[in-house]
């Protein structure tokens, strides 16, 4: 369980451009079968269980992507089920809340060739929330998994994290199932 956290920290130490501009990294198993992908379930990820505490700072989350992905899923033909399943679906979120210092020099007025205008600075402080969802389908008779979407985005809204996650959740499922 440890290497999936640090396999994931790693993941998001080195991706972190393609988490910024709400890119979405699709990975699939080339062998699986999706053609008979008709109804899935949800399981908890490793994560979530060896890391009870995540759950609640990441309730609100947590709601959002389930609810994003069942309405984008049943739009597609998929059904969600409590038993007998052909995948089990899984997620878990991580946040890493961001602080950059910018600095903007403001000049006075135009310069001449041998005089410069006295200029100022504005410094500020930006705060905002870099996030990633990872998304698993596996097969609920193997257990292997069959396709993940890594997805990413920076939240400076809090108020707008929905419009993030939902926009997440409609791009990666765009591309499922594989063709």
């Known amino acids: 369980m440890a290497h999936i956290l640090r396999t994931v ?14 890119k979405v990294v699709i990975q699939s198993d080339p062998a ?20 009870p505490e995540l759950k609640d ?6 709601q959002l992507v389930r609810q994003a ?13 409590e038993s007998e399943p052909d995948v089990f679906i899984t997620f878990f979120i991580l946040t890493k809340d961001v602080q950059e210092v910018k600095t903007t020099d403001i000049g006075g007025w135009n310069s001449y060739y041998w005089y410069a205008a006295p200029t100022w600075s504005v410094t500020e402080l930006v705060q905002y929330v870099r996030g990633m969802l990872v ?6 008779r193997s257990l292997k998994l069959m396709w993940r979407a890594i997805c ?3 939240i400076k809204d809090a ?3 929905h419009e993030k996650i ?4 409609e791009k990666a499922f765009a591309r499922f199932p594989p063709k």
């Open 9 to 22: 920290l790693l993941l998001g130490a080195l991706c972190p451009a393609a988490l910024v501009a709400q």
């Open 32 to 51: 699986a079968d999706f053609t008979k992908v008709r109804s899935y379930e949800w399981r908890e990820h490793r994560v979530f269980e060896k890391y």
């Open 135 to 140: 998304i698993d389908v596996v097969d609920a």
């Open 69 to 81: 992905t069942n309405e984008t899923l049943m739009k597609r033909g998929f059904e969600p089920v």
């Open 152 to 154: 990413g985005a920076e």
């Open 159 to 161: 108020r707008k994290r």
């Open 166 to 169: 939902e926009a997440a959740v």
């Open 57 to 62: 700072v990441y309730s609100t989350g947590i």
